[in-house]
């Protein structure tokens, strides 16, 4: 599984973000699975689970991911189309607004790609935003939920783990270490050439903080014409505010990434 976009840490400094105000959950409707007993009030999202946007039903298929912060779910409508859903369990408000404040930098990073040469294409590498909305369901605990396009294929972690397992297994039959080596540089240069433009024109805005392997999407790998993207905006931070803290305001992402 991958995760599409991931959670924001409960321990970020509210400086970096714009924080949205907390909307009513109005966007976003659930319906009981057929056949099934109606899900109890704050249950979460499960497999064959109906959610309706815009009049459109979506009907959860398969979990995307799974992690401390909750699940990111795939849903697909009665004409084939499918969006991921990302789905957090917060303890307290802010936490909350912090996973609504990844909505707002998804928001943000689309307009700046949308605004230049190419933008669209730029633009379909990373989520769009559908809808977010919040559940309150006692008290100390509220319910956030994220509806985006999804970014298809696997993470290059996977797809690069996936590719030494195979390779290992054809044994003496694997390509030659030339040829692997042309195939990884052809890779490496479509990774750069496919997001570097993405970062570049988000970055007025926008920065990611935590670009790896993890948070790239990949199909078409093995076949030699992949096409990546870019997901997890759950760390991202308002670029201005984090350039005026000259950047050590807050430390986030994978330390083996770090510039």
């Not at 991921?84 to 943000?108: F, G, N, P, Y």
């Not at 479509?190 to 790239?216: F, G, M, T, W």
């Not at 790998?221 to 990546?228: I, N, V």
Request: charged share 25%; glycine share 10%.
């Amino acid at each position: 599984g991958k995760f599409i976009s991931g959670a924001a840490s409960p321990t970020q400094p509210t400086g970096l973000l714009r924080r949205p105000a907390l909307p009513q959950p109005t966007e976003l409707r659930e319906q009981p699975r057929r056949q099934q007993p109606p899900q109890r009030s704050g249950g979460p999202l499960e497999v064959g689970a109906a959610v309706v946007l815009s009049d459109e039903t979506f009907h959860v298929t398969d979990a995307l991911g799974r992690g401390s912060f909750g699940a990111v779910w795939r849903a697909r409508s009665a004409g084939g189309r499918t969006v991921a859903i990302k789905e957090v369990a917060c303890a307290s408000r802010e936490s909350a607004s912090h996973v609504l404040a990844e909505a707002q930098m998804l928001r943000i990073a689309r307009q700046e790609l949308q605004a230049v040469a190419e933008g669209e294409r730029l633009a379909e590498r990373i989520p769009s935003l559908f809808a977010s909305t919040i559940e309150s369901l006692s008290p100390t605990s509220w319910r956030v939920r994220l509806v985006m396009s999804e970014v298809r294929g696997s993470s290059l972690e996977y797809a690069l783990a996936a590719h030494r397992r195979a390779r290992k297994g054809r044994g003496s039959v694997a390509a030659p270490a030339a040829a692997e080596l042309a195939h990884a540089c052809r890779c490496t240069c479509e990774l750069v050439v496919q997001i570097a433009p993405v970062l570049e024109n988000i970055s007025a805005k926008v920065y990611h903080r935590d670009v790896s392997p993890r948070n790239i999407q990949v199909e078409g790998l093995e076949a030699g014409e992949p096409k990546f993207g870019l997901v997890d905006f759950g760390l991202a931070v308002d670029a201005e505010r984090w350039r005026a803290m000259g950047g050590f305001g807050d430390l986030g992402g994978d330390g083996r990434y770090w510039p």
